[in-house]
Nanobody, 124 residues
Framework: QVQLVESGGGSVAAGGSLRLSCAAS????????MGWFRQAPGKEREFVAG????????NYAPAVKGRFTISRDNAKNAVYLQMNSLRPDDTAVYLC?????????????????WGQGTQVTVSS
């Protein structure tokens, strides 16, 4: 099992930036890829971005492509989400996730471990 702890959420005005961090611990040697999802009130959880753990490769949701950047630091067992040009519809709880089995980056069912989430609020 992999434990995940997110940080870096907060409140920002539209057009601003935030950087989320996710620290992984436990059986990190089993990680295949990691991702960020988000869930707004009354809406389903949706994929934001994913990154392969041991090779180059990323994937982004169309809504965030060009504005958000996912990156990782394997030495620190960490993954990051740089969010620029934030919009009010980016408001959500952002969850970090890890997959310890093969799967598709943008499929929530592929992920085996989840963090508690961090709130991001963007005001207009």
């Amino acid at each position: 099992q992999v434990q995940l702890v997110e940080s870096g959420g907060g409140s920002v005005a539209a057009g601003g930036s935030l950087r989320l961090s996710c620290a992984a611990s436990g059986r990190t040697f089993n990680i295949r890829f990691m991702g960020w999802f988000r869930q707004a009130p009354g809406k389903e959880r949706e994929f934001v971005a994913g990154i392969l753990w041991s090779a180059s490769g990323t994937n982004y949701a169309p809504a965030v492509k060009g504005r958000f950047t996912i990156s990782r630091d394997n030495a620190k067992n960490a993954v990051y989400l740089q969010m620029n040009s934030l919009r009010p519809d980016d408001t959500a709880v952002y969850l970090c996730s890890a997959a310890t089995r093969a799967g598709v980056l943008d499929n929530a069912e592929a992920y085996t471990d989840w963090g508690q989430g961090t709130q991001v609020t963007v005001s207009s």
